[in-house]
């Protein structure tokens, strides 16, 4: 999470620095833009990897989409232990 704070702020700063920042006031800029969607992919199966380790099928990341309450929801899912041992995903690492 680190590493993705870090490099999305350096892309938020080159946009910033060329100027982009003024021209794409209510969107991204293409440099965040291009980071943002390089990204997505290793962040969802980080998070289908950490449900897998509580127990629970991958398919729990559209709970976030309920409105207010499910992003909530997902990140107290995503706090708990993991299971000790194996489960129906596999191994834990």
């Known amino acids: 999470m680190l590493f993705n704070i870090i490099f999305s ?3 938020i700063g080159i946009d910033y620095s060329q100027g982009m920042f003024f021209l794409y006031r209510d969107t991204f800029g293409p440099f965040s833009l291009t ?3 390089w990204s997505v992919i290793p962040c969802l199966t980080a998070s289908v990897r950490r449900l897998h380790d509580t127990g629970r099928s991958g398919w729990f990341l559209f709970i976030s ?3 207010f309450i499910g992003g909530i929801i997902l990140l107290i899912i995503l706090t708990k232990k993991s299971i000790i041992g ?3 995903y ?3 690492p």
Request: overall charge neutral.
């Open 86 to 88: 194996e489960n129906k």
């Open 65 to 67: 989409l309920i409105p």
């Open 9 to 11: 702020l350096i892309a």
């Open 90 to 92: 596999g191994l834990q």
């Open 35 to 37: 980071y943002y969607l």
